[in-house]
């Protein structure tokens, strides 16, 4: 697996975009970047994932490099149910996912 | 549509006894995994079943254990519990071993927490 690098904590005022950042630099041409995040105490949720073209959803976007050397995960509006760790993950296939230690973002009112 | 289960939600034992953590997966999802998350750290995978067979088994002693039944319900067994062995512990489940390319999402549930005094 190509292992990630995401900062250790970020904040974000509520209302505005939160843009949380993943260095992948070795991550191989099968491999595909998925988030997840962790609310205390709780079992983590699926975000979004993919592979070469940005995507979005209901939750988030997500904007990968051409080189697919990085990525950003984007919550277009954060409320402060966003505050959580959120885990940047590169995995090709199976389900054993390596999550690191994420990134934990406090939205503030 | 019920989420993935998992019982009992909170336990405490003592050291050098036994714990058996169930899960239930969602309806349809054949492939459950297991992780350990001890506090202030990233979830840490522990096994994966498929079809009750094991597919995959983290870097963990052979004191952890696990099985997959017919309904795709699954246990992990801990013997000889250890101080360190307190943690949180996390079920998942998603529809196939490997799914097709790009669809392995895993659901986690809210996990059991385990407390070795």
């Known amino acids: 697996d190509a292992k990630t690098t995401q900062p250790p904590s970020m904040d974000c005022a509520e209302g505005r975009a939160a843009n949380l950042p993943c260095n992948h630099s070795?991550?191989?041409?099968?491999?595909?970047v998925y988030w997840y995040r962790q609310i205390h105490s709780q079992g983590p949720q699926y975000i979004i994932h993919?592979?070469?073209n940005n995507e979005t959803n209901e939750m988030a976007s997500l904007i990968i490099t051409e080189d697919r050397k990085s990525s950003t995960l984007i919550l277009p509006h954060a409320t402060l149910r966003d505050t959580a760790v959120y885990y940047c993950?590169?995995?090709?296939?199976?389900?054993?996912?390596?999550f690191g230690t994420g990134t934990r973002l406090t939205v503030i009112p | 549509d019920a989420g993935v289960t998992q019982s009992p939600t909170h336990l405490i034992k003592t050291r050098g006894q036994h714990v058996t953590l169930r899960c239930s997966p969602i309806?349809?999802?054949?492939?459950v995994s297991w992780y350990q998350q001890v506090l202030g750290q990233g979830p840490q995978f522990i096994f994966q079943?498929?079809?009750?067979?094991?597919?995959g088994r983290g870097n963990f002693p052979d004191r952890f254990s696990a099985r997959q039944f017919p309904n795709y319900s699954s246990e992990l067994n801990v013997n000889a519990l250890l101080l360190g062995d307190s943690a949180l512990y996390l079920c998942?489940?998603?529809?196939?071993?490997?799914?097709?390319?790009?669809?392995?999402?895993?659901?986690f549930g809210a996990g059991s927490r385990l407390t070795v005094l």
């Open positions: 993919g592979l070469k």
């Open positions: 998942a489940s998603s529809p196939s071993d490997r799914g097709r390319v790009g669809a392995n999402v895993l659901t």
């Open positions: 309806s349809g999802h054949k492939s």
């Open positions: 079943y498929y079809e009750k067979e094991e597919r």
């Open positions: 070795t991550i191989s041409g099968n491999e595909y």
């Open positions: 993950i590169v995995r090709a296939g199976a389900n054993n996912l390596f």
